[in-house]
């Protein structure tokens, strides 16, 4: 199996991700399974956090400020999250409803800017692509957000759709042209099951790994062009985190691919 693909593991952490763990400098990535009465507590220490609630309903709260009761979907798939941004040197909580899924992406930062609630009716969404690559972007926390180094994206693929397409890279940092960022994918399938395929690799191959995801798997991004598909039938989601040391995504499309535009 690639070093790249991490399975999840079975009880109520089953992603957790570290830059160590990683073998990288900036993205942690975390996913919590809760059940009804559950409660995580947490200090970010030296990184900021923003908490997405992919399913369920949770009390919460973050940095000295109570956010009360938040969440509305059953499955990351129905509309846009809601989401929390918690910064450096601050605690956060949250007590589950229902049934929970909560992912908690991180990167290092000073405390530069206050927790803060992030509602569906703020995450930023767009259509990309066109034809058989079309896919619908939620930019819940985007480089025209208030954050020190993190980005967080949800993702929406159609089944039988080419997603991250064209292949695109973000590993160099030339600023502006491109912007050192190293990310995550968190898959999940509509149905619960099947596969997506994901390759990760670089100009010189010396990078080369195509990968069949399953629901709840990580792909590592470290460098390179990392395209994503899903086959007829099987709607994919993906929450990506990035982070690097400018917070701006710029990237170079694969010179083969680029003919294609973005």
């Keep these: 199996m690639s070093p790249l693909l991490i399975k999840p ?50 009390e919460a709260s973050a940095g000295g400020h109570d956010f009360g009761t938040l969440g509305e979907r059953s499955n990351p798939f129905e509309g846009s999250p809601w989401s929390l941004y918690v910064p450096a040197r601050s ?15 991180s990167s290092p930062a000073e405390g530069k800017f206050p927790a803060r609630l992030i509602t569906p009716a703020e995450v930023g969404q767009e259509t990309r692509g066109k034809g058989t690559n079309t896919r619908y972007v ?18 929406i693929t159609p089944g039988g759709h080419w997603s991250s397409y064209p292949p695109h890279k973000h590993d160099t940092d030339t600023p502006p042209a491109e912007t050192y960022l190293e990310e995550t994918y968190y898959h999940r399938l509509a149905r619960g099951a099947g596969f997506a395929v994901q390759r990760v690799y670089t100009d010189d191959r010396s990078l080369d790994e195509t990968m ?33 040391p400018v917070r701006q995504w710029h990237f170079t499309l694969a010179p083969e691919h680029a003919f294609l535009g973005w």
């Design 9 to 58: 593991a079975p009880g109520g952490h089953p992603q957790h991700i570290t830059p160590a763990s990683a073998g990288w400098t900036y993205v942690g990535f975390d996913v919590f399974a809760l059940a009804p009465g559950q409660v995580i507590e947490q200090s970010t220490e030296g990184r900021e956090a923003c908490l997405v609630l992919l399913s369920g309903r949770v």
């Design 91 to 105: 605690q956060w909580r949250v007590v589950a409803k229902t049934q929970v899924e909560l992912a908690v992406c």
């Design 138 to 155: 939620r930019n819940v926390l985007p480089d025209t957000a208030p954050a020190e180094s993190l980005l967080v994206v949800e993702v």
């Design 212 to 244: 069949a995801v399953g629901d709840g798997d990580v792909v590592l991004v470290p460098k390179g062009y990392h395209p994503v598909g899903a086959p007829v039938g099987f709607d994919l989601y993906y929450l990506n985190t990035m982070a690097g």
